[in-house]
């Protein structure tokens, strides 16, 4: 019986080079993902509350499980990601609860004050018991409004309406306008006096 030993030693070093370059290759791309300003937040932080104020009022908490910060690095904007979701809670002017806001996920633009919420949008009026739904919400700090260029469902007491198109409104959900809007609403008959 013969062994072929010089063919198997010549496969072990192919063997053992193949293994060093796919190795190489992973700790490149772990080294890549560290060097990449997007993957790696400068501060992480867990069970956050964020409280927004006006003039000494509180106007604004949000609380979230998870927030992420990437600061300015070469041309990205900073930005701090909320990757599991938030719940923002809106105040008015004597304190109480006007209106909620929860979504799976969110993204505040730091620069711009722009919050750009996402994955199943819930905007509660608790004054006004009207609450609105959709996929892509867009809240402005500075202006005070939140919008979108996505289907919207608004409830009310008397029906429900359907953006098609998106909708705009003020950051509490108390003065808003649909765009592209159907649905069935609740109309009270006119009565009329037939005695004269």
Not at 109 to 134: M, P
Not at 153 to 168: K, M, N, Q, V
Request: hydrophobic share 40%.
């Amino acid at each position: 019986m013969k062994l072929k030993i010089p063919t198997v030693v010549s496969f072990i070093p192919l063997i053992v080079g193949m293994a060093l370059i796919f190795s190489c290759r992973r700790d490149i791309e772990k080294v890549s993902k560290l060097d990449n300003p997007d993957s790696m937040p400068a501060a992480h932080a867990t069970q956050v509350v964020i409280i927004i104020s006006d003039s000494m009022l509180v106007r604004v908490k949000i609380v979230s499980p998870e927030l992420k910060e990437f600061p300015v690095a070469d041309s990205l904007e900073p930005k701090t990601e909320f990757p599991q979701g938030l719940v923002a809670t809106f105040f008015d002017k004597s304190m109480q609860v006007e209106s909620t806001l929860v979504a799976g996920y969110a993204i505040y633009h730091t620069k711009r004050k722009l919050f750009e919420a996402s994955k199943d949008v819930v905007i509660k009026n608790l004054t006004q018991d009207q609450e609105l739904h959709t996929n892509m919400l867009w809240w402005d700090e500075s202006a005070g409004k939140i919008w979108s260029d996505q289907a919207a469902t608004i409830i009310t007491a008397s029906g429900t309406t359907y953006g098609d198109s998106g909708f705009e409104s003020d950051q509490n959900f108390t003065k808003y306008s649909i765009l592209g809007s159907h649905g069935q609403m609740k109309v009270k008959d006119k009565v009329t006096d037939t005695k004269k």
